[in-house]
């Protein structure tokens, strides 16, 4: 009887523990496969792409959080990233493992429930590359295949970690590094192969989609979105499609021939796995001037386009073209979502991709063959007065400019940028983060004998004040807007929107719970009510919060997720924007659930004092050159008007100006090249530093004056309420 007992026992519970010991030492950490990802929405407690599923209509089922509880949200974690630069990462939650990454392509892994850091994976950038990227340092996430994590590094290599260790298994370098590439977008994987774009069109280079084998990193396939420059094949699947379509919209001279035309695949890659298409879309021309950069001034295939191409071997199947004969960087590389809409006679559902690119116009378009199926405004702009039955912009002709500045709207940071929208299949609602940003556009009569590292052949410094006056400052900023726009796609109307105070908001995220989240650079995390647009909740994040929020649950607890960090283009090039300027800040994981009692830890870092450094000096002539050389080098960095947000230095209240040997061997000598400030001696003479420090010294003087009226100005107005 006793032998009986110990024989049931040994069956019953020593066994089974025996063969799940076994078990557990065969499982991989993330192990994912395509019919994980394919059923990416049923498992709504994880987030497993960068989109959160195929369709990548950033959607959750979860509802425990939802309008009736919204407000009782609070921290449930947070964890330091080490970088005061960007963060535009979208986590990834996989088996209750956080993967996400920060400036730099710096990968983390993380308890998804506690924040604990359980490996940190660097790729040893080298800082110099900062100089190439043109909207700052920044990456928006990574991808997850059979155990393996990869990550699109932004001086060019696609690499693929260990993940549960975050060892480094195989590297690839995807891009001509001696050339101004970059990678700041998130690698997806489709069917074993690991897709991965670039960035770089504003400095010259040509773009393309890569696919590699996951398991070893091999190239499969690629898709060049332009011409070879002497229209030659480059023996890569992309040749028929080039020979067919795209050559014959190019003329045989221009800068694209030495500047690579663009067109670089810098964000937006979907799955549409009905049809089995990889869908992406393609970026600006290279130089941004159609004038100059082709003169046989044709539409310039596949240049701002969004282009379908087989999915297992890249052929090409359709194109949309949202912006013919590029003039004005009118990316079509925002995020493109995938959708049934209720769009036949019957009713019947059609299946459709839909995008809010930067020219300001929705589009949807047949997934099946990208026919244009409707389109409309989301923003007011006056560069087109509509669109015509294919879809083709109605041009204004004052668009095409020419010496003579025109202001317009959309300007080159577009009506919506790189931060993801969403898409309720419930409500039927798209939900945008939009703004209005104008700028002046006119050409650049001294292209091809300026020296610059910027290549737009545009006249960076039309419309802007040499002298800045208060009035002019504020009448400035009043032009910048922002909004969360609900959108309906099946009647192109917008159905509800909320304003911002400034332009720069953040990425959106939709569930079930009948919330829409979303952040804004100036640190607000808010939640709406996805059907009418009241909000519901909002905390500051103590940091910028652009990133495309996420939200995964584990043990029967629903988490809501966003990375923050203070950088990015807008932040970089529009400093003047800011009334205040912000000191740098550690980017951060803020991690919320119901009740949660944690907090998040204020800023430690403080401003330099914001003082001159040194006596004014240099004639009128000096300065206005300085003011033109800034412009051109300087401001995508560090600011119109040598203004700076906070990202990278004022350079108004920097020692060095008051040393003109130490300026010129920081400017000319790269003497700060390990933080990214790389020598300029190839395109500035001596006598130019000079006269650059000589602009930055005026305007480190007007501009103390300037704060000093506006406090004054401030303080009165307090005085008086």
């Known amino acids: 009887m006793l032998y009986k007992k110990f024989v049931a026992f040994l069956l019953a519970v020593v066994v089974p523990l025996i063969l799940l010991s076994c078990e557990n030492k065969t499982l991989k950490f993330a192990d994912v496969d395509s019919a994980r990802l394919l059923n990416a929405a ?59 990454t920060s400036a730099w392509s710096i990968v983390y892994a993380l308890d998804a429930k506690t924040g604990q850091e359980l490996w940190v994976y660097d790729p040893g950038v080298d800082k110099a590359v900062g100089a190439k990227a043109c909207c700052d340092v920044v990456n928006r996430g990574v991808a997850v ?40 977008g998130a690698p997806r994987v489709v069917k074993g192969n690991v897709l991965i774009g670039n960035g770089g069109a504003e400095l010259g280079v040509r773009g393309y989609l890569s696919a590699y084998a996951a398991d070893n990193g091999d190239l499969v396939w690629r898709f060049y979105t332009v011409p070879n420059p002497n229209k030659q094949p480059d023996g ?13 919209t190019w003329g045989d001279e221009g800068a694209w ?117 409707s389109g409309n405004a989301f923003v007011p702009q006056n560069w087109a007065e509509g669109l015509d039955e294919n879809g083709r912009p109605i041009e204004k002709p004052e668009a095409r400019y020419s010496a003579t500045p025109y202001m317009q709207n959309p300007g080159a940071l577009g009506a919506h940028n790189w931060q993801p929208m969403a898409f309720n299949p419930d409500l039927g609602l798209a939900y945008i983060p939009a703004q209005e940003i104008p700028d002046f556009y006119a050409k650049d009569e001294n292209f091809g004998e300026r020296l610059q590292n910027w290549n737009t052949g545009t006249n960076l410094v039309a419309g802007l004040p040499i002298n800045l006056d208060l009035a002019t400052a504020m009448a400035l900023r009043a032009t910048l807007k922002g909004r969360l726009i609900a959108w309906d796609p099946s009647t192109q109307t917008p159905r509800w929107t909320v304003e911002h105070s400034n332009a720069w908001n953040g990425g959106v995220l939709s569930t079930a719970g009948g919330i829409v989240f979303q952040g804004r650079l100036e640190g607000e995390f808010a939640a709406y009510n996805a059907a009418t647009g009241e909000k519901l909740w909002s905390r500051d994040v103590k940091s910028g919060a652009a990133s495309g929020p996420g939200t995964y649950a584990i043990d029967g607890e629903q988490y809501i997720t966003i990375t923050t960090g203070w950088g990015s283009a807008y932040a970089l090039a529009g400093g003047s924007a800011y009334d205040q300027p912000v000191p740098p800040i550690v980017g951060k994981v803020v991690t919320f659930k119901l009740n949660g009692k944690a907090d998040i830890p204020d800023p430690q870092l403080v401003l330099p004092p914001r003082n001159p450094k040194t006596a004014q000096f240099g004639d009128n002539a000096l300065i206005e050159t300085g003011f033109n050389l800034y412009h051109y080098n300087c401001r995508v960095c560090h600011g119109p008007l040598a203004i700076s947000s906070g990202v990278l230095p004022d350079l108004r209240w920097s020692e060095t100006t008051a040393d003109a040997v130490a300026w010129q061997t920081i400017v000319l000598g790269g003497a700060l090249a390990g933080n990214g400030m790389v020598a300029f001696d190839n395109v500035l003479s001596e006598d130019d530093a000079e006269a650059i420090r000589a602009y930055v010294v005026k305007q480190a003087h007007e501009g103390a004056a300037l704060e000093a009226e506006a406090a004054a100005l401030m303080a009165t107005d307090a005085a008086a309420m």
Do not use: C
């Not at 209509?57 to 080490?82: C, E, F, K, M, P």
């Not at 990550?151 to 001696?178: C, F, H, N, Y």
């Not at 890569?236 to 014959?248: I, K, M, P, Q, Y």
């Open 42 to 100: 049923a498992t709504p407690a994880e987030w497993l792409s960068y989109g959160g599923t195929y369709d990548e209509q950033r959607h959750s089922a979860l509802d425990q959080i939802n309008i009736s509880n919204v407000s009782q949200l609070g921290v449930a974690w947070t964890y330091d990233l080490a970088t005061a630069r960007g963060v535009e990462s979208t986590p990834l939650v996989v088996d209750g493992v956080m993967y996400v």
């Open 257 to 373: 021939t030495t500047d690579g035309g663009g067109g670089t695949v810098w964000d937006s890659i979907v799955y549409d796995n009905v049809n089995d298409n990889i869908i992406f879309g393609v970026g600006n021309g290279s130089p941004w001037n159609r004038d100059i950069r082709d003169t046989g001034k044709g539409d310039n295939l596949f240049l701002s386009s969004i282009v379908a191409v087989d999915a297992t071997t890249g052929i090409y199947k359709w194109h949309f073209q949202t912006t013919p004969g590029d003039n004005w960087d009118y990316t079509a590389t925002q995020t493109i979502i995938l959708a049934d809409l209720p769009l036949g006679e019957d009713g019947a559902a059609r299946r459709v991709a839909m995008q809010a690119p930067k020219n300001g116009f929705f589009y949807v378009l047949d997934a099946t063959s990208g026919d244009f199926i």
């Open 145 to 184: 295949w059979k155990g393996m994590i990869y990550v699109g590094v932004i001086d060019g290599r696609l690499e693929a970690l260990d993940a549960e260790t975050g060892t480094l298994i195989w590297s690839k370098v995807t891009v001509d590094q001696s050339k101004p590439y970059t990678i700041t």
């Open 236 to 248: 890569a699947v992309s040749d028929d499609a080039l020979r067919e379509v795209g050559n014959l």
